[in-house]
């Protein structure tokens, strides 16, 4: 079945770091991928997504590009802040054979951005 | 914000009672999608909902029931409330679950419940 696998956080950071997450999928069909980010206490936020082989994803300083031939999805940052302290989500959307669409999420990294 | 709204915010049950949490799309968005988020994990695809009937499920047991209503609003039903069940419950919204790709959906603030 389909599956989204994220790099083990958390992962701690200087301010003005450079930032990857990494994220890998499995899937039968042709996906989308989706970051979402999750801040303390609060439910989850659409980052930037991509929906075809070698799109570019970005937001907000964020970039990830979607890598069909080694099935990844790596989120990147070159200047971290404090307040992208947060959880990261890597997500995929694929289609079901009832032709509606399913969202797989990977377990989240955390990252913790120190002043 | 994704105007994506989410009812009650926290709420403590006690265990063999039952929970309805409630949700209401984005403006126009006509596909309703409940998640499961225990502490520390992602969310887990519970079912979804397009123009009122169920079209997808994952893997939790038939205590766990839903409706959608006419303005596409969504209500996630609870029975025989177990420990395990503590987590917070996400509702995100979409429109078309049939078409177009890169479907996105949108999140709301979820539910915290705490089954003692």
């Known amino acids: 079945g389909d599956s989204v696998t994220q790099m083990e956080g958390p992962v701690t950071l200087s301010e003005e770091a450079f930032l990857t997450i990494n994220c890998t999928y499995t899937?039968?069909?042709?996906?989308?991928l989706f970051w979402y980010v999750q801040y303390p206490g609060e439910g989850l936020q659409l980052l930037l997504k991509?929906?075809?082989?070698?799109d570019k994803g970005s937001n907000k300083g964020f970039e990830a590009t979607y890598r069909k031939e080694t099935t990844s999805f790596h989120l990147e940052k070159g200047s971290v802040q404090v307040s992208d302290s947060a959880v990261y989500f890597c997500?995929?959307?694929?289609?079901?054979?009832?032709?509606?669409?399913?969202?797989?999420f990977g377990t989240g990294t955390r990252l913790k951005v120190l002043a | 914000e994704t105007g994506v709204t989410q009812s009650p915010t926290h709420l403590i049950k006690t265990r063999g009672q039952q929970v309805t949490l409630r949700c209401s799309s984005q403006s126009g968005h006509n596909t309703v999608s409940w998640y499961q988020q225990a502490l520390g994990q992602g969310p887990q695809f519970i079912f979804q909902y397009y123009r009122e009937e169920e079209n997808g499920r994952g893997n939790f047991p038939p205590r766990f029931s839903g409706l959608q209503f006419p303005n596409y609003s969504s209500e996630l039903n609870v029975n025989a409330l177990e420990l395990d069940d503590s987590a917070l419950y996400l509702c995100a919204s979409s429109l078309a679950a049939r078409t177009g790709s890169g479907n996105t959906i949108y999140f709301g603030e979820g539910s915290w419940l705490t089954v003692v």
């Open positions: 997500a995929l959307s694929d289609r079901r054979t009832s032709g509606t669409y399913k969202y797989i």
């Open positions: 899937a039968t069909g042709y996906p989308s």
């Open positions: 991509a929906t075809k082989a070698d």
